[in-house]
């Protein structure tokens, strides 16, 4: 999932790699470095499946009655830019572990990797591609989560089907679902794995300045695929799952203002099918519970069970 576009031209190879330049590889080469990386992806994968084993019967995205509307309305849950989110810190707190790591270790690595996280750097994020989220949760029995993202209990939540969700990402390729995990050390000795596989097969093989280049921008791409599960601690309540699909800046996708800023999303097409329960929150008065089952009916989803969240307000 690097979200890379590879182009051919005549017999070689225009690698793009965000984070240093544009190379030429030789068929051979080319060659040669997929196997290189797939020695490199292969143990990062095998942690990754460490990390994925939780998969809940059911996820739960909340929001208020007016986003609601428009998911229901365009059956799209939007996904938008990891830099834009409610909270700015969330994507920081990562990068900034992440690039301690690296830090550290600036005289072993390339000076391109060592400065790629930086708070200049964030590995061309907004310049070369975006990363898009969206963010579901695996309960929705936490007063918390009804607080700070359904007005404040009056919203509401929307339950989709794991396992419908798993099909739409195994037949679209578009996007990821994947747990967060919480904690600082976790990510550094990820961060700490990653950085000394790079460095073993890098001595093991022998690559000119361009293939190197290539070779550790796709290092750069397994520490930010990595970097992109973790959150602060503080927000381990949530038991968060998250939607996550890294494009070009490129690749199309749409724009809203919130508060007085724009920001980048994609939509992705998973209401439809995986949407099976609708759950209002403890402040949905009993008249907007009647209105919002008649506005699932005229839309399309009737069979979609409409509930009430059984939690105090306060």
Aim: hydrophobic share 40%; proline share 4%.
């Amino acid at each position: 999932m690097t979200g890379r576009k590879r182009l051919w031209k005549s017999e070689a190879r225009i690698i793009k790699s965000g984070i240093f330049k544009e190379i030429t590889l030789s068929p051979s080469r080319i060659q040669f470095l997929d196997q290189l990386k797939t020695r490199l992806h292969e143990p990062i994968l095998e942690m990754w499946k460490e990390w994925d084993e939780h998969e809940p019967r059911a996820l739960y995205h909340f929001t208020n009655i007016e986003k609601l509307k428009k998911i229901v309305r365009s059956k799209m849950l939007w996904a938008s830019d990891v830099l834009k989110l409610n909270d700015p810190t969330e994507f920081l707190y990562a990068t900034e572990a992440a690039n301690f790591v690296l830090k550290c270790r600036w005289s072993e690595l390339p000076v391109n990797i060592s400065d790629s996280f930086s708070p200049q750097g964030q590995v061309g994020l907004g310049r070369v591609w975006r990363i898009y989220v969206a963010s579901l949760c695996a309960r929705c029995d936490r007063l918390g989560l009804w607080w700070r993202y359904a007005d404040s209990g009056n919203g509401v939540a929307l339950e989709f089907s794991y396992s419908d969700i798993a099909d739409i990402v195994q037949r679209t390729k578009q996007f990821a679902v994947i747990p967060m995990r919480y904690g600082r050390l976790p990510l550094l000795d990820a961060t700490e794995f990653i950085c000394d596989l790079g460095l073993t097969l890098a001595h093991e093989a022998d690559l000119s300045f361009d293939e190197a280049s290539e070779f550790w921008s796709e290092v750069c791409l397994r520490i930010l695929n990595s970097l992109l599960r973790f959150k602060h601690p503080v927000y381990m309540e949530e038991q968060e799952l998250r939607t996550i699909s890294i494009c070009d800046v490129a690749e199309p996708c749409f724009t809203r203002r919130q508060d007085e800023e724009l920001i980048h999303y994609i939509e992705l097409p998973i209401v439809q099918p995986a949407l099976k329960r609708l759950i209002t929150g403890p402040g949905v008065t009993t008249h907007t519970r009647k209105e919002l089952r008649s506005f699932l009916d005229d839309n399309g989803f009737g069979l979609v069970e409409l509930l009430s969240v059984n939690l105090p307000l306060r």
